[in-house]
């Protein structure tokens, strides 16, 4: 059974999210719900949490600013939001859970039952952690996001995107291929990052392929358009990509050499 609160400064949102639970995760209890940061925070001294179902648009503080303290207490974070755009980016970015409201109840179920499985693991907590230290960042300073946290099954790995040469998907999981010659699987569809990565870096060259343009050696049009990356790998390009490719190219190695 896991502890959990409720987070929202609308009651509507609050009620209909205890009334899911309650009738779709058995093993959820809820030990408190707030309206605000303000009362979250008494909540969390006042009880052992091990998940926070947390709001992001509140008046006064936002739910962001509850990171520091659910840090200190080791709990979970499920972002309940129909926040911006960069925000989700970021969070995504972390491998952080969201759910966008209104919240539909199978990604409800999903959701918790992670939680669950990450919570009974209780591996690498400095690794959850830094994950939660970076999103701050991302969100403090809105630039691009330059750091990803990839769960690897056993906690998590804070990865800046210069490192990444190349993610390969693998039916519905990613592969990433690091400049340390590491290679980290996740259980996320490319499309997750492709949305994430900064366009001007990445770009998605076929159904199973996003490169980095930083590792890019050569490409030739010997069996049809292909490039080959710095560490050697040689991957084709799809056809209906073939123009976008070139032109992002171009676009790269232009901003390049003015920025040298």
């Known amino acids: 059974m896991l502890?959990?609160?409720?987070?929202?400064?609308?009651?509507?949102?609050?009620?209909?999210?205890?009334?899911?639970?309650?009738?779709n995760c058995d093993?959820?209890?809820?030990?408190?719900?707030?309206?605000?940061?303000a009362e979250a925070r008494t909540l969390l001294l006042q009880n052992a949490v091990d998940l926070?179902?947390?709001?992001?648009?509140?008046?006064g503080e936002n739910g962001f600013e509850l990171i520091g303290q659910a840090q200190q207490s080791e709990a979970h974070v499920?972002?309940?939001?129909?926040y911006d755009q960069y925000a989700l980016k970021a969070i995504k970015?972390?491998?952080l859970d969201y759910l966008?409201?209104?919240?539909?109840?199978?990604?409800?179920?999903?959701?918790?039952?992670?939680?669950?499985?990450?919570?009974?693991?209780?591996?690498?907590?400095?690794?959850?952690?830094?994950?939660?230290q970076n999103l701050v960042q991302n969100l403090s300073e809105k630039n691009e996001i330059r750091k990803i946290s990839l769960h690897n099954g056993q906690g998590y790995s804070l990865i800046s995107i210069d490192d990444i040469i190349h993610i390969e998907a693998d039916s519905n999981y990613s592969i990433f291929y690091l400049a340390n010659g590491e290679k980290i699987t996740v259980s996320k569809v490319l499309k997750e990052y492709e949305e994430i990565l900064p366009e001007n870096q990445f770009i998605r060259i076929h159904k199973s392929s996003i490169v980095n343009l930083d590792y890019l050696k050569e490409y030739n049009s010997k069996n049809g358009l292909e490039v080959i990356l710095k560490n050697g790998s040689k991957i084709a390009v799809s056809r209906r990509r073939a123009s976008d490719f070139v032109e992002?190219?171009?676009?790269?190695?232009?901003?390049d050499s003015d920025n040298k």
């Open 3 to 23: 502890n959990a609160i409720i987070v929202d400064d609308e009651e509507f949102a609050r009620s209909s999210l205890y009334f899911l639970l309650q009738e």
């Open 27 to 37: 093993n959820i209890h809820i030990s408190g719900i707030a309206k605000s940061v």
């Open 52 to 59: 926070i179902f947390l709001d992001i648009a509140m008046p």
């Open 78 to 82: 499920i972002f309940t939001t129909a």
């Open 93 to 95: 970015a972390n491998a």
């Open 100 to 132: 966008l409201k209104p919240i539909d109840i199978d990604e409800l179920k999903e959701a918790v039952e992670k939680a669950s499985k990450y919570i009974s693991l209780s591996k690498n907590k400095s690794g959850r952690a830094e994950s939660l």
């Open 248 to 255: 992002k190219v171009k676009l790269y190695t232009s901003f």
